[in-house]
């Protein structure tokens, strides 16, 4: 009796063991991303970004092949639009304010950001009130920071009384009306309210640095510029490449401030692609010729985001 039951116990072990290495060794099937049942949840957002991004693109990229006036029947013309675009001077000052504006910004919202993340990281008690002061002017309308700046520019605004004040009163400008400054002051609006923006994602990039490293590296003999330059620098790639895609793209697309402040003037000095595009659609009803310099417009957002996004890939994962 008993060697019988002993002679179960191996059998069923046996089997148990049998069945333990075939699961072991069959694969397993992958788990499913979506299942049936749960993907059509996400099919009203599919469809709006579908028709809503992708087909109007695709409808406002027909139409700049054509001279559409916004009503009535319109003539397929090919390229005029464009060979209008490279023979008109203002055009062509438009493509080059962009760039201006957008290369500008980038590196002024970027340098200081990052200034005031390093700042604020650490080490100051205040820095949580300071941090919110600094953010405030992103969430504020660029309409109403763009007209409180218009006042401020002006001729007897707070600007020249203040270099009055200090004895710089040769310096008093009209800043909004004249050429040669009025699109630095636009570059300045724009920068003052999205540093902040800027400042927040540096800071949420700073935060994944270890401050034992940094403490190590002085140990060590590493000065201030060293641990900036071989530490904090790679530890906030990511951070750097996020800040600068967005920059590029806001920068490139502006509009309100300059609506707000100069409406594209004083004699085009400060008119844009976005301006442009304005103007022609909806002032001058050429919806064809609008369609094409937003098209210009799109192609020069995605060609210098590509360029950015493979200037700050992480080259250290494709070794």
Do not use: C
């Not at 333990?20 to 694969?27: E, K, L, N």
């Not at 060590?220 to 800040?243: E, K, N, Q």
């Amino acid at each position: 009796m008993t060697a019988t039951t002993q002679n179960s116990s191996a059998l069923e072990s046996a089997r148990q063991g049998s069945r333990g290495a075939g699961s072991s060794t069959r694969p397993r099937r992958p788990r499913q991303l979506v299942t049936y049942g749960h993907w059509w949840w996400a099919l009203p957002a599919i469809l709006a970004v579908v028709f809503i991004h992708y087909v109007a693109t695709a409808a406002g990229a027909f139409f700049a092949f054509t001279d559409w006036t916004g009503l009535g029947d319109f003539s397929f013309i090919g390229l005029e639009n464009f060979e209008r675009i490279l023979a008109d001077p203002t055009l062509i000052g438009a493509v080059r304010n962009t760039l201006f504006l957008a290369l500008g910004f980038v590196i002024l919202t970027n340098v200081f950001g990052l200034l005031l993340a390093l700042a604020l990281n650490r080490g100051l008690k205040s820095r949580y009130l300071l941090r919110v002061l600094l953010f405030m002017p992103v969430v504020l309308s660029p309409l109403a920071v763009s007209y409180i700046w218009k006042f401020i520019f002006q001729f007897n605004g707070p600007l020249n009384l203040g270099l009055q004040a200090v004895g710089l009163g040769h310096l008093q400008k009209a800043w909004l009306a004249d050429p040669q400054f009025s699109i630095w002051a636009v570059l300045v609006v724009m920068a003052w309210q999205t540093t902040g923006l800027v400042m927040v994602i540096y800071l949420a990039g700073l935060a994944t640095v270890p401050p034992e490293i940094e403490e190590a590296a002085a140990l060590d003999g590493a000065g201030v510029w060293g641990r900036f330059r071989h530490i904090t620098i790679p530890s906030i790639r990511p951070s750097l490449a996020i800040a600068t895609t967005l920059m590029l793209v806001q920068g490139l697309r502006v509009f309100d401030q300059v609506m707000a402040l100069t409406g594209g003037g004083p004699a085009g000095a400060t008119e844009t692609l976005a301006t442009q595009v304005y103007k022609e659609t909806f002032a001058l009803s050429n919806f064809g010729f609008g369609a094409a310099l937003a098209l210009v417009l799109t192609v020069i957002i995605l060609v210098f985001a590509m360029l950015q996004q493979f200037a700050s890939r992480d080259r250290a994962n494709e070794r």
